[in-house]
């Protein structure tokens, strides 16, 4: 069951971003502001940085930082809020490797915690869930309705399983006690404020490529991914929270790519003299992605407007300006 709750037009809504200071939350905590919400960022900075909140902190009291573990209870703030953005986790294949067991708590506890926070406060609750849940999918291009391909037992099970989980238990407070629910499941998403050196594809290529060291490809560079710019994926939360659908939704751009193409775009748009070199293909690799967004269309009236050649041009140029501005002698 699905409930849309009004919020009270007389005041600015309120919302707590969790993960607010990581690549994404970050950017949809300066959206929310844009839009007149009064936010509430929580992050225990893990993976995420202080920095990246440079611009919501200029606008006063109406933002406000907490730094806190949502997997533990009473680090949460005070409510009531009317809007709970759940992205909090670790999301970089070897950041969530590294925090395996601290991802599995953010993903069960901190959902449940969150959950149990919207439910008190009548909040409408999103979840950040992934295209990892289709694990090396069988099925090509996924969508929605596909179960997936997942590996229990893997090295990326840690992500894959505990986002699945976070899936079933938000379903399951929807079911049970009528909390008025979204879940996005997020395609690859790429831009500016990534970390340099997060482990992703884009922020690998474009740090190697700058710094005139070899790219790293993983496997044979034959397996394909889609990538979304920041920008669509923020206006497609927007969309999906203020949306009345209760169901899973692909957030993804529907172009697919191989990781060789990537690197070759890459090269091309930094002007980059570096090498390729091949690295083994780590467990569990999808071999495919690419999202079909069809209900997206049809209930956000939403796809993505940015081609990769552009948003790859945007984040080359916010990581050159990071490495000159901490002194790094970039080779184009
Ligand atoms: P990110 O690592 O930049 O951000 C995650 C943020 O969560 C970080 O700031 C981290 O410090 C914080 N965090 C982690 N554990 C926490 C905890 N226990 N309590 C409080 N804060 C905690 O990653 P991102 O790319 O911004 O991903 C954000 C969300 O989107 C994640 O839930 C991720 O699973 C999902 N997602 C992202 C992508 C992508 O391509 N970027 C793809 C699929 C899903
Ligand atoms: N990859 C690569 N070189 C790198 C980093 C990643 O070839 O330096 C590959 C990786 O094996 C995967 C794809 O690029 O096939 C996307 O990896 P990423 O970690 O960005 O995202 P995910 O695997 O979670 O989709």
């Given at each position: 069951?699905?409930?849309?709750?009004?919020?009270?037009?007389?005041?600015?809504?309120?919302?707590l971003v969790s993960g607010g200071a990581g690549f994404v939350g970050s950017h949809l905590v300066d959206?929310?502001?844009?839009?007149?919400?009064?936010v509430t960022a929580i992050d225990n900075l893990s993976t995420g940085r202080i920095e990246n909140l440079k611009e919501a902190k200029?606008?006063?009291?109406?933002f406000h930082f907490v730094e806190g573990d949502i997997?533990?209870?009473?680090?949460?703030?005070?409510?009531?809020?009317?809007?709970?953005w759940?992205l909090a986790s670790p999301a970089?294949?070897?950041?969530?490797?590294?925090?395996?067991?601290?991802?599995?708590?953010v993903?069960?506890?901190?959902?449940?915690?969150?959950?149990?926070?919207?439910?008190?406060?009548?909040?409408?609750?999103?979840?950040?869930?992934?295209?990892?849940?289709?694990?090396?999918?069988?099925?090509?291009?996924?969508?929605?309705?596909?179960?997936?391909?997942?590996?229990?037992?893997?090295?990326?099970?840690?992500?894959?399983?505990?986002?699945?989980?976070?899936?079933?238990?938000?379903?399951?407070?929807?079911?049970?006690?009528?909390?008025?629910?979204?879940?996005?499941?997020?395609?690859?998403?790429?831009?500016?404020r990534m970390r340099?050196?997060d482990?992703?594809?884009?922020?690998?290529?474009?740090?190697?490529?700058?710094?005139?060291?070899?790219?790293?490809?993983?496997?044979?560079?034959?397996?394909?991914?889609?990538?979304?710019?920041?920008?669509?994926?923020?206006?497609?939360?927007?969309?999906?929270?203020?949306?009345?659908?209760?169901?899973?939704?692909?957030?993804?751009?529907?172009?697919?790519?191989?990781?060789?193409?990537?690197?070759?775009?890459?090269?091309?748009?930094?002007?980059?003299?570096?090498?390729?070199?091949?690295?083994?293909?780590?467990?569990?690799?999808?071999?495919?992605?690419?999202?079909?967004?069809?209900?997206?269309?049809?209930?956000?009236?939403?796809?993505?407007?940015?081609?990769?050649?552009?948003?790859?041009?945007?984040?080359?140029?916010?990581?050159?300006?990071?490495?000159?501005?901490?002194?790094?002698?970039?080779?184009?």
């Open positions: 069951m699905c409930i849309a709750e009004s919020v009270d037009k007389k005041q600015a809504p309120r919302s959206k929310l502001l844009e839009q007149g919400h009064t200029k606008y006063g009291l109406v997997s533990k209870c009473s680090e949460l703030p005070l409510g009531p809020f009317d809007f709970i759940h970089s294949p070897p950041d969530y490797r590294r925090l395996s067991l601290e991802t599995m708590a993903n069960s506890e901190g959902t449940r915690n969150l959950l149990n926070l919207a439910l008190q406060d009548k909040s409408t609750f999103l979840l950040a869930s992934t295209s990892e849940v289709y694990g090396d999918p069988l099925v090509h291009p996924q969508p929605e309705t596909y179960w997936g391909h997942v590996n229990p037992i893997g090295e990326r099970a840690c992500y894959d399983e505990s986002k699945r989980f976070a899936e079933a238990l938000t379903m399951e407070y929807s079911r049970r006690f009528g909390l008025d629910s979204r879940i996005i499941r997020i395609f690859n998403t790429y831009g500016p340099e050196k482990g992703r594809v884009v922020s690998n290529f474009i740090s190697q490529a700058l710094q005139g060291i070899p790219l790293t490809i993983y496997g044979d560079g034959q397996q394909s991914r889609s990538f979304q710019y920041i920008d669509d994926l923020i206006e497609g939360i927007c969309r999906t929270m203020y949306s009345s659908y209760c169901q899973p939704i692909n957030l993804g751009n529907p172009k697919e790519f191989t990781v060789l193409e990537l690197a070759q775009q890459v090269l091309a748009l930094t002007g980059s003299q570096s090498q390729l070199t091949f690295a083994p293909l780590p467990q569990d690799d999808p071999r495919q992605r690419k999202p079909l967004i069809e209900v997206a269309k049809k209930v956000l009236q939403w796809e993505p407007i940015i081609p990769l050649q552009e948003g790859l041009r945007r984040t080359i140029a916010d990581f050159r300006k990071y490495y000159q501005d901490s002194g790094a002698v970039l080779q184009s």
